[in-house]
């Protein structure tokens, strides 16, 4: 048996890393050469991430509920009430139309096994390309380190125009007690699937390019 962790602090016994069992529909395992490539190191919830700032005081998530909602946009804390997007955001979220042709990024989470953990057509994207180091990362976009093990970035250009909302990351509390990832990059949010750079035939791995600061994802 080998044992697994998971990014979100449990683990999970395979009998090889061939046969790992599924962890959900929306979960896309990797061909084992691009696996091969990616190490990235088990989460320690005891250790604050790179990034994270000692705090005082607890980190509160309010929301900011969007009061109008244009025509052609959805609510956001509707489309999503479990995780209320808007509380990721420090201020109420604004609708803005992304033209054709705008450039996105997203860093999509993975696990030691090689198994993407969130979506790569999901909600949360940027304008900007992942900063230089994890560090500054992890900071801006207030990425707890649980959420998401770095499995690459996409960088995708829109193909059609495209309704968002955009804001600033609000503060979340790090994965060890007592430190706070301080936001303050401009995302945005879009209802899972909107954005999508796999249709059409094209890989996950295809799309997926290494962050700057992965040193163990060596180009082959």
Not at 18 to 41: C, D, K, M
Not at 144 to 171: F, M, Q, S
Request: charged share 25%; with cysteine; net charge negative.
């Amino acid at each position: 048996m080998i044992t697994y962790p998971r990014t979100d602090g449990t683990t999970m016994e395979v009998a090889s890393a061939q046969t790992a069992p599924s962890l959900g529909e929306n979960i896309v395992l990797l061909p084992r050469h691009v696996i091969e490539r990616l190490y990235p190191p088990a989460t320690d919830r005891s250790r604050p991430e790179p990034g994270a700032e000692p705090v005082k005081y607890n980190i509160e998530s309010p929301r900011h509920p969007v009061e109008t909602v244009p025509e052609g946009w959805k609510d956001p804390d509707t489309v999503d009430p479990k995780e209320k997007p808007t509380t990721a955001f420090t201020n109420t979220p604004q609708p803005m139309t992304l033209p054709k042709g705008t450039v996105v990024y997203r860093v999509i989470g993975q696990s030691p096994d090689g198994r993407l953990t969130s979506r790569v057509d999901g909600s949360w994207w940027a304008l900007d390309p992942p900063p230089k180091t994890e560090a500054e990362w992890r900071s801006k976009y207030a990425i707890c380190g649980h959420w998401n093990g770095d499995g690459g970035y996409i960088k995708y250009e829109l193909e059609t125009d495209v309704r968002v909302w955009i804001g600033e990351v609000a503060p979340q509390p790090s994965q060890a007690k007592g430190y706070v990832l301080k936001g303050g990059a401009t995302q945005i949010w879009v209802e899972s699937g909107t954005i999508n750079p796999i249709r059409s035939g094209v890989r996950p791995e295809d799309v997926l390019h290494p962050t700057p600061w992965n040193e163990r994802w060596k180009e082959t």
